[in-house]
């Protein structure tokens, strides 16, 4: 077990001017899961394959506990990695695959052997040890590629979208597999996925990333509740955040025909006029007889059973706005409905229009 | 619904049937028609290599079927008893094989090179390469044999190997280059991860999922040399001639010798065949599904 370090790790491709990873700062504790997050080209992957030593460090450092692994080969890091496409060898059975490691690190066959049926108790592939990948489905290859990984016992646990060719029901079971053998291993992971739902839901902590720049390191729930700036609001959460600009008036923001009561300190913080609201769906409140907060036109209204997600649009400031609200599942308004959105108090995030950080550092309830 | 289900499949039976006969039928009468065209010249050599001189003077080849009792294997027992002809045979295979064996060992660790290793001025020694195919061999034929001659080479089986294994290298590297790129990078890196050194991953990873391109090159390469005259003609000596040579200074007027004509061509066309059939089970496609996804 140990715990990873980057220190401003740099990767720059030849021919090109801006990083793929730029200065990344990240500690990942003993056994923590933590999921590397961002859109796609956001560095996520790049930096996971700097820390497997598949990808050069152009400047800065990475630490595996207290050993600098910058310009070591992968093989002397003590990690294992999932690969997206698995990357099983097609040659060998699960159990030569999964044993292949320990073959080269020269572990004796019985010793081998009982690792490897160990870990296949473990992921449910006992009966397929003597399988080659082609005769498995694409779950249990996902399975076989983490058996390899776990069969090894590595400090730490790379996993780069391992769960992206499943589908969406598997995925979803084998989410909860992966969190639950990890935590139960007490092995350090880095786990790296574009989805934010995987990352709210697996991850002990979360590095959003953009453009190579880490953006914010948090909690699911921190992240969530006290995003640092614009983009890691509009990328944690779904539906997404309704971001929408609004002018200052005395005391607070205007919201449609009401004023949004916001700290003082925040609203001089903010430069220019104007300031980049954030209101999730869920602390929307909608009405249908009101004439308090923003006017909005009912475009359409998303089913999901117990709840719904109310879309439509308003105009601020002559701009076409949309908005996503949630509402109850049974009794709600319906498309070319009119309706009055008021936030609820305390749950309103803003942020400075030009540098896109926040401005309110902490929701009080 | 059932009812429209049933003629859809019916038209698409009757226009299947057609679809199939052109597709399949055609192709296996011309295909056979083909294999037989080929087989009868060497079909007709086999059993002339089992009749004697005055039957195959007389009487063609085909006679066997009504008269079976002409069979006999005694131009076999002559031919092995001719040391000429013995000697020839072990010269290609001393040629052979290890003209065979340098091009598949030498070509796939400059292909695995060449696919996976990055090192200064890669690119530009693969044109080199590839530039080198364009090369016809008889154009070199002259320099190398003034070379030979000059460091002792000349009328040697290993001068001979050496040549065959030049000519027969830029190939192999083109072809195994080639198809080792095509094995995903993800297996070299989860190999690399899993602690294999450079050599592991070519022998575990990349000899094993190279096979079906292997064996292919083994097979064309050990059939050009094991048939190859030109080269075998110029360079080597009355002692270390191989069997084509051998059997074209056999050659008299009016097939006068074809009893030991018909039995040495008809062994040096035997063995390539054994080696093409024992090959054959590794050209299987597809050695590569389920290592990704």
């Given at each position: ?241 309704n971001?929408f ?9 205007r919201f449609g025909n009401t ?20 209101v999730?769906p869920?602390?929307v409140i909608v009405s249908t007889t009101g004439t308090e907060g923003l006017p909005v036109e009912v475009d359409l209204v998303e ?5 719904g997600y109310l879309y439509g649009h308003t105009e601020i400031?002559g701009q076409r706005t949309d908005i996503v609200a949630r509402v109850d599942?049974?009794s709600h308004p319906n498309a070319g409905d009119r309706v009055h959105l008021t936030p ?22 | ?293």
């Amino acid at each position: 077990m140990a715990t990873v370090t980057f220190e401003k790790a740099t990767r720059l491709y030849p021919g090109s001017t801006r990083p793929a990873v730029d200065a990344l700062d990240l500690d990942v504790e003993d056994g923590e899961f933590l999921v590397l997050v961002g859109p796609s080209g956001c560095g996520k992957s790049t930096s996971l394959r700097m820390l497997a030593g598949l990808e050069e460090v152009t400047e800065g450092r990475i630490l595996i506990g207290d050993r600098d692994v910058t310009d070591m080969p992968p093989k002397d890091r003590d990690i294992a990695m999932v690969f997206q496409n698995y990357a099983l060898y097609p040659h060998m059975t699960v159990a030569e695959n999964m044993g292949f490691a320990l073959k080269i690190a020269g572990v004796n066959k019985d010793e081998r052997a009982a690792r490897v049926l160990e870990a296949a108790k473990l992921l449910d592939l006992e009966p397929y040890l003597a399988r080659k990948p082609k005769a498995l489905s694409g779950g249990q290859r996902q399975r076989v590629a983490m058996g390899r990984a776990i069969v090894r016992s590595p400090q730490v646990f790379l996993m780069d979208e391992p769960l992206s060719n499943l589908d969406a029901k598997l995925r979803v079971q084998t989410r909860t597999q992966i969190s639950s053998l990890t935590r139960r291993l007490g092995v350090t992971t880095v786990y790296v996925t574009h989805d934010q739902v995987e990352a709210l839901t697996m991850g002990d902590r979360i590095a959003v990333l953009k453009d190579g720049v880490l953006q914010q390191v948090g909690t699911p729930r921190d992240l969530y509740a006290n995003p640092e700036n614009v983009f890691v609001a509009g990328f944690i959460g779904s539906p997404a955040m309704n971001l929408f600009h609004a002018d200052k008036a005395d005391g607070g923001i205007r919201f449609g025909n009401t004023i949004i009561p916001l700290e003082r300190a925040a609203l001089d913080a903010a430069s220019g006029t104007a300031v980049t609201v954030g209101v999730r769906p869920e602390d929307v409140i909608v009405s249908t007889t009101g004439t308090e907060g923003l006017p909005v036109e009912v475009d359409l209204v998303e089913e999901l059973g117990a709840d719904g997600y109310l879309y439509g649009h308003t105009e601020i400031n002559g701009q076409r706005t949309d908005i996503v609200a949630r509402v109850d599942g049974r009794s709600h308004p319906n498309a070319g409905d009119r309706v009055h959105l008021t936030p609820k108090l305390g749950h309103v995030h803003a942020f400075d229009t030009e540098s896109g950080l926040r401005l309110v550092h902490a929701i009080v309830d | 619904m059932t009812a429209p289900a049933g003629i859809v499949t019916a038209k698409r039976g009757a226009a299947g049937r057609i679809l199939d006969f052109f597709g399949r039928g055609v192709v296996n009468i011309v295909l056979v028609i083909v294999a037989v065209f080929w087989l009868v010249p060497s079909i007709g050599l086999a059993l002339s290599s089992l009749r004697n001189s005055v039957d195959n003077s007389q009487t063609g080849w085909w006679t066997v079927f009504t008269r079976p009792a002409q069979l006999t294997v005694d131009n076999y027992t002559n031919l092995l008893s001719n040391s000429q002809f013995m000697g020839s045979f072990v010269n290609t295979i001393a040629i052979t094989l290890p003209a065979t064996a340098a091009v598949v060992i030498i070509g796939s660790l400059a292909g695995y090179a060449f696919a996976w290793i990055r090192f200064p001025g890669r690119d530009w020694l693969l044109v080199a390469v590839i530039v080198l195919l364009a090369v016809p061999l008889q154009v070199s034929l002259i320099p190398i044999a003034k070379l030979y001659g000059s460091i002792g080479l000349f009328g040697s089986i290993l001068g001979v190997i050496i040549f065959h294994t030049a000519y027969g290298l830029p190939f192999a590297i083109f072809l195994l280059r080639n198809f080792f790129t095509q094995v995903p990078g993800e297996l070299l890196e989860a190999a690399r991860l899993d602690g294999a050194s450079e050599w592991r991953i070519f022998s575990r990873i990349i000899l094993p999922l190279g096979m079906p391109a292997i064996a292919s090159l083994a097979i064309f390469q050990f059939l050009w040399v094991w048939n190859d005259m030109l080269v075998a003609l110029i360079f080597t000596n009355a002692t270390s001639q191989p069997i084509t040579v051998a059997i074209q200074s056999q050659l008299r007027q009016f097939g006068a010798n074809i009893d030991i004509l018909s039995a040495g061509a008809f062994l040096s066309m035997i063995i390539p065949l054994i080696v093409f059939f024992a090959f054959q089970r590794y050209f299987v496609s597809a050695l590569l599904a389920g290592s990704t996804k």
